[in-house]
């Protein structure tokens, strides 16, 4: 047993790394007060939770319980409800699919990253993880909601998220607390949802009363039926809607995010990605026919993916008596799989705790195990919104870097918060000035 509590407390996915590491990727059990999760950290191990025996390992239990308020019962949950999500959404987030949408993503992103002149031209610092989130936000919101959700709603929601995330924190630190027992944050968490409710559920319901053939996620929704040949509910629609969004735009904001960070740390990756850049997309905007080419630009945000997974900690109730690694596991127990802690891990990754893309050169991944690595999850409950990452991730950085020069005045270190996600602790401040000297022209 492994007194966890009190580094959980200073920094749970660092503290979570620190124990996988000294165990050799053991399973160990946690002595977090009245709650003793077992931490499984081994690729193997990883596996036999996330694929192989993976109806034994279910997303629901005391952690899982306090999301329910926000996703409702669907993609994000385990069960018949998920599984009737699953397959009415993963037609809708194929490559094939993201492909067709990629040329209007890089033309959205394009014209939100222009708005950035006016801070290039003040020299206006601004906060990194806002704006990131409002770019990803805006190119989530035309795969979700195409053109029915105005800019201001869209803009307006993101807060309440943010406020959602902060505030769920307190539940996941008090697993054991009863719902009868309010804890700090329940409220702004109840208010929150509220906010979001009051901008999704209009929108379905005009979307519902108002069919059309639009490609949006919405509308084919509204298009979809369930095993029976049912049509959906509303809070059908709306709870898919709104775990789609929570899965997305936070999770490739934060990458984004720690990237600059990183790059900062990292001069000679820096000069590299902006060589490329320059080389293929020129004084930009970045667009689908350059991904391609920006192969350096995918090893860097792999490995930013290794080092910072947003999705850094993934729960699981185990449902019969289990064993993994030859540790018994009782049913009802919890099982902590934690991207951060095996992406870590010595023996499957030399020097873990630096920053090199050249890890993810091409002939690379052969070589590794496939749940050394695992950034988007595994088995069944996989991330969908891979494709779609692999093609916006690279479209923003490539379309800033092509317009921009980015620095970041904020001194380091740069500790992770407590958060759903992984997200630096501090403000991030983000500052621009124009790449090209044409340009600084031609904005006067
Ligand atoms: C950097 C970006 C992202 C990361 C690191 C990430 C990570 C993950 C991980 C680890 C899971 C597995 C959860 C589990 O096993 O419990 C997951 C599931 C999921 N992700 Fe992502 N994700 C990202 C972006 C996205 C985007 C852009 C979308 C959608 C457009 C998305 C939608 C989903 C959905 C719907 C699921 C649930 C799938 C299921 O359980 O069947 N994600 N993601």
Redesign the pocket.
Same mark, same amino acid.
């Given at each position: 047993m492994y007194r966890a509590l009190p580094a959980l407390l200073r920094g749970p996915a660092v503290a979570l790394a620190g124990i996988a590491r000294e165990s050799g990727g053991e399973v160990v059990r946690l002595g977090l007060g009245p709650f003793r999760p077992y931490l499984v950290s081994h690729p193997d191990h990883v596996q036999q939770v996330?694929r192989l025996e993976w109806t034994n390992y279910q997303?629901m239990g005391m952690f899982w319980r306090p999301l329910e308020r926000l996703f409702g019962h669907s993609?994000?949950g385990?069960g018949e409800q998920?599984s009737i999500?699953?397959k009415i959404?993963q037609p809708m987030?194929t490559t094939r699919y993201i492909a067709t949408i990629a040329e209007e993503v890089s033309r959205r992103v394009a014209g939100r990253i222009e708005e950035w002149d006016g801070h290039a031209r003040t020299g206006q610092s601004f906060d990194a993880a806002t704006e990131m989130s409002t770019i990803?936000t805006y190119i989530?919101n035309r795969?979700?909601f195409g053109d029915k959700l105005d800019r201001k709603d869209g803009e307006d929601i993101i807060p309440a998220f943010d406020t959602v995330a902060n505030s769920l924190v307190y539940r996941f630190l008090m697993p054991f607390m009863p719902y009868t027992v309010r804890v700090p944050r329940d409220r702004a968490l109840e208010k929150a949802v509220q906010r979001i409710d009051d901008v999704v559920y209009p929108i379905v319901r005009r979307a519902m009363d108002h069919p059309d053939d639009s490609t949006d996620v919405i509308s084919m929704l509204c298009r979809s039926t369930d095993d029976n040949g049912d049509p959906l509910t509303a809070k059908q629609i709306r709870d898919a809607l709104v775990?789609?969004y929570a899965?997305?735009?936070e999770?490739?904001a934060?990458?984004i995010t720690w990237l600059w960070l990183l790059l900062k740390e990292h001069p000679q990756v820096e000069a590299r990605l902006q060589a490329e850049i320059d080389e293929v997309v020129g004084d930009g905007p970045a667009r689908p026919e350059h991904l391609p080419r920006l192969a350096y630009t995918r090893m860097v945000l792999l490995e930013t993916?290794r080092m910072y997974?947003? =999705?850094w900690l +993934?729960?699981?109730q185990v449902m019969e008596d289990a064993e993994v690694g030859g540790v018994r596991i009782r049913r009802g127990s919890t099982v902590f799989?934690c991207?951060y802690a095996t992406q870590r891990l010595d023996g499957f990754w030399e020097r873990p705790d630096e920053f090199d893309p050249e890890r993810f050169a091409p002939a690379e991944g052969e070589r590794r195990h496939r749940y050394s690595y695992?950034?988007?999850?595994?088995?069944?409950?996989?991330?969908? =919104?891979?494709h +779609?990452?692999y093609v916006?991730?690279p479209l923003v950085v490539a379309s800033i870097l092509s317009r921009y020069r980015v620095s970041v005045p904020t001194p380091g270190p740069y500790p992770m918060g407590w958060a759903a996600?992984l997200r630096p602790k501090q403000k991030i401040m983000l500052k621009v000035a124009f790449a090209g000297r044409d340009r600084v022209g031609a904005a006067r």
């Open positions: 996330m997303r993609i994000m385990d998920w999500s699953r959404l987030f990803l989530v795969v979700l775990s789609v899965a997305s735009s999770t490739t934060m990458v993916l997974p947003a =999705g +993934l729960p699981r799989i991207p695992f950034p988007f999850g595994g088995g069944p409950h996989k991330c969908l =919104g891979e +779609l990452f916006e991730a996600s």
